[in-house]
């Protein structure tokens, strides 16, 4: 029983990281008049969490999962900006990313950075019930709700900053103990003003659903998605008493939120959308990598094999999983006829060539796979797993020089992609040009919040840069080494002073 009134208490206050609860002295919800913390500084704030997360690895970067995600959520962003939504985060600033966790949840950060479960993208039924929780976080960011919470409780900011972080990280750990002592810790440092909070609770929630609904429906998905979903959420809660979806925890729901999204979407009129097949493909993507151990993988599998035939593109899907499987497990064979399976059951698609690629990659035959991809890459140019596995194909075959002139036209258009700069620094290395490992190097850690190794990098590269003669290319490299260098450490300085 104390157990259960624990895990009771720790889900009450990891609603502060999802922004829906504040102090009842806030002012009225849409009133920013009143406000002290700044959108500079809540984007700071979010940047900082990002960067924390981004250390203890607490991000899910999958290339395509993520690919997925941020298109929906930049798709919903841009219908909420258009209804006049946006607030003071932009369309550009809004970032969706993944935390690897089987349970059902999603929360948005400061500054526009909204978390979501892999756990939500299996549970969803429809593409409509998964847009409608992104519809609903994008209510919360744009109403700037973490941001007036933070603007009241002046005295609990930097704990609650290192709550959002921990309750990342226990996301992460989706139930392990580590998990469960790092949320108790958050709960014994703020439980005594969670009770007086909830009733704004209610009130961001209703104004997140009504904001979210609107962005639903304008966007084009079904009406119905956020009534089913929260129907869903609700079954499943009295199914599983303690262990009801996450999403619920921070997000209380109530008779009156349901009966609220049940009349606006009767009044909006019924509307049949098709999924789309990314939705599909992501949803069979999660399955396949939920589990990271070969008994996990294997158990999955046999699970996948025995599930009846699906109805339309998810047969294909299924056949997709089960060729990711079979990938992790190192058996080629069955991966590739798993793969011809869905290619028939499936339109063309870059993750299936991303696949086909991975496949000839693990069996010895990348050089084979660099031509089609760069067919693919022509067809799907905004591809950022056809973009990466290309790189991987020609590091694979052993062409590192070209591999070093394709990835650097890659970070020229996608700066802010630190697997880019992690790539391009291996096949520095096996050029045997250190100088630009380590500057490569640098790139992607600073990208991953890492600002002191990026700065240990960058020293390194001064160091080599010693003994290299002053030819005119080597003293721009020497010029640009020392402007990053001389940045980083302000950055790393001003990191230092916050911190205090």
């Known amino acids: 029983m104390r157990y259960y009134w624990t895990k009771k208490l720790i889900a009450c206050f990891l609603v502060l990281c999802s922004a829906v609860h504040a102090q009842p002295r806030l002012p009225a919800l849409g009133d920013s008049a009143s406000e002290e913390l700044s959108p500079v500084a809540e984007r700071r704030l979010g940047e900082g969490i990002m960067a924390d997360a981004w250390r203890q690895r607490a991000i899910f970067d999958d290339a395509e999962l993520t690919e997925y995600v941020s298109t929906l959520g930049a798709d919903l962003a841009t219908t909420s900006a258009r209804l006049g939504e946006s607030g003071a985060v932009s369309v550009n600033d809004m970032q969706f990313f993944l935390v690897r966790d089987r349970s059902i949840n999603a929360f948005a950060l400061p500054g526009g950075f ?90 961001a929630e209703r104004e997140a659903d009504r904001i979210g609904f609107q962005t639903l429906v304008a966007a084009g998905f079904e009406p119905q998605g956020m009534p089913d979903f929260f129907q869903r959420l609700q079954q499943a809660s009295r199914l599983y008493d303690d262990s009801f979806p996450g999403y619920l925890r921070t997000h209380p729901l109530t008779v009156e939120r349901i009966s609220d999204v049940q009349n606006r979407a009767r009044g909006a009129g019924y509307r049949q959308r098709v999924d789309s097949v990314e939705f599909v493909l992501a949803r069979w993507r999660v399955k396949a990598l939920e589990q990271t151990t070969i008994a996990g993988l294997r158990a999955t599998l046999n699970e996948l094999s025995k599930l009846p035939a699906q109805r339309g593109w998810a047969e294909g899907a299924r056949h997709y999983a089960l060729a990711l499987l079979h990938l992790g497990l190192n058996e080629t064979t069955p991966a590739q006829t798993a793969l011809q399976q869905a290619r028939k059951l499936l339109p063309p698609h870059p993750w299936l060539e991303k696949l086909a690629a991975d496949l000839a990659i693990q069996s010895g035959q990348a050089a084979a796979a660099i031509e089609p991809l760069r067919v693919a890459q022509a067809r799907w140019p905004q591809s950022r797993p056809l973009r990466l596995v290309l790189a991987q194909a020609l590091q694979a075959a052993g062409q590192h020089a070209p591999a070093v002139t394709y990835l650097r036209d890659q970070t020229a258009l996608y700066a802010a992609d630190a697997r880019l700069y992690q790539l391009l620094a291996l096949s520095y290395e096996a050029l045997g040009q250190r100088v630009r490992q380590h500057q490569a190097l640098a790139e992607m850690y600073r990208l991953e919040g890492w600002l002191a190794a990026a700065v240990d990098q960058l020293e390194t590269a001064q160091r080599l840069m010693r003994g290299v003669g002053a030819v005119p290319e080597e003293f721009i490299l020497g010029s640009e080494i020392n402007a990053r260098l001389r940045e980083l450490r302000e950055q790393l300085l001003e990191e230092s002073r916050r911190r205090r």
């Open 114 to 203: 909204i978390g979501i479960n892999t756990g939500l993208i299996w549970a969803s039924q429809t593409e409509s019930e998964l847009a409608s929780v992104f519809a609903h976080e994008i209510g919360h960011v744009t109403q700037r709700h973490i941001a007036r919470m933070l603007s009241e409780q002046k005295t609990t900011g930097p704990a609650l900053l290192g709550a959002m972080v921990v309750a990342i990280l226990a996301a992460r750990a989706g139930g392990a103990s580590s998990g469960d002592v790092a949320q108790a810790t958050i709960a014994g440092t703020q439980a005594a003003a969670i009770q007086q909070q909830l009733n704004f609770s209610r009130d």
